[in-house]
């Protein structure tokens, strides 16, 4: 995805049976950011899809990716078997025919038109549907925040967050420390701490040692994002998507984070 061959991350996101909660707000502020395509299954929005109603001649459902211009693409899905698999399924597991339906169709566009995941709640491993979700890359909000905090900067793009039309970005430097210590909880009060005791004449040792702290996890981070981000199509199997969960943080550091006081170690 990223490179001179690369292309942008593409990815369906199925609103309507998404909670709305931080994961999926990000993904909705960063939709079309250095590239970034998400379309919804709510065709009210400006990045959505449309199925068709009915098949055509070649038995046939087109899948249109429609774009904030009217633009997009129109993909192709292959139609006979997905209506009886759904009602097959609904029968043996119980559940909704249109909405089984719908997901068995958008998990196959995603096997087949250069899609990098189906973010979803259906539950498609409850229902018989284990293998075929894997291969159609479906994650949900969290884990398509990963992926896509990836991305970003694999793009030189370090977003920490956006409301609107305004973002905040950070340096790269200054993204990977805070982003390296990002999950230890206690870490702005340790650092808050090691601060007032600096500044009040109690000596530096505390402060440097987090700073140094921070700057070594932080060379680890990039060393390993940029080692996964040279394979190319990142994010592509479940492993993929594991080894990428650290960059959920690219886009929702604690301000706390965000800045570095003076006498950083460097």
């Avoid at 189906?118 to 291969?135: I, M, N, Q």
Wanted: proline share 6%.
């Amino acid at each position: 995805m990223g490179g001179k061959w690369g292309r942008p991350l593409r990815l369906i996101i199925d609103h309507p049976g998404l909670p709305d909660d931080p994961p999926l707000r990000l993904l909705d502020a960063l939709t079309g950011r250095s590239g970034v395509q998400l379309f919804s299954t709510e065709v009210t929005r400006a990045w959505h899809l449309e199925i068709s109603p009915q098949a055509n001649r070649n038995q046939a459902l087109t899948v249109s990716f429609v774009e904030p211009d009217r633009g997009g693409r129109d993909c192709a899905v292959w139609a006979p078997p997905w209506r009886p698999k759904a009602e097959q399924t609904v029968a043996e597991y119980g559940g909704d025919v249109e909405e089984t339906y719908r997901a068995l169709v958008l998990a196959q566009a995603c096997t087949k038109h250069d899609l990098d995941g189906f973010v979803t709640s259906f539950p498609f491993a409850e229902r018989g549907w284990g293998s075929f979700a894997t291969r159609a890359h479906v994650q949900d909000a969290r884990e398509a925040a990963a992926l896509l905090g990836l991305y970003l900067r694999a793009h030189g793009d370090f977003t920490v967050q956006q409301e609107g039309n305004h973002g905040t970005f950070l340096a790269p430097h200054n993204f990977y420390a805070g982003a390296a210590v990002a999950p230890l909880r206690r870490y702005p009060d340790w650092l808050r701490l090691a601060v007032g005791r600096w500044r009040s004449a109690r000596g530096a040792a505390s402060h440097d040692l987090l700073r140094g702290l921070e700057l070594r996890l932080g060379r680890a981070l990039r060393a390993n994002t940029t080692s996964w981000c040279a394979r190319g199509r990142y994010g592509q199997t479940t492993a993929g998507r594991r080894r990428c969960s650290s960059s959920r943080r690219s886009c929702c550091l604690p301000p706390a984070l965000w800045t570095r006081s003076p006498a950083v170690a460097t």
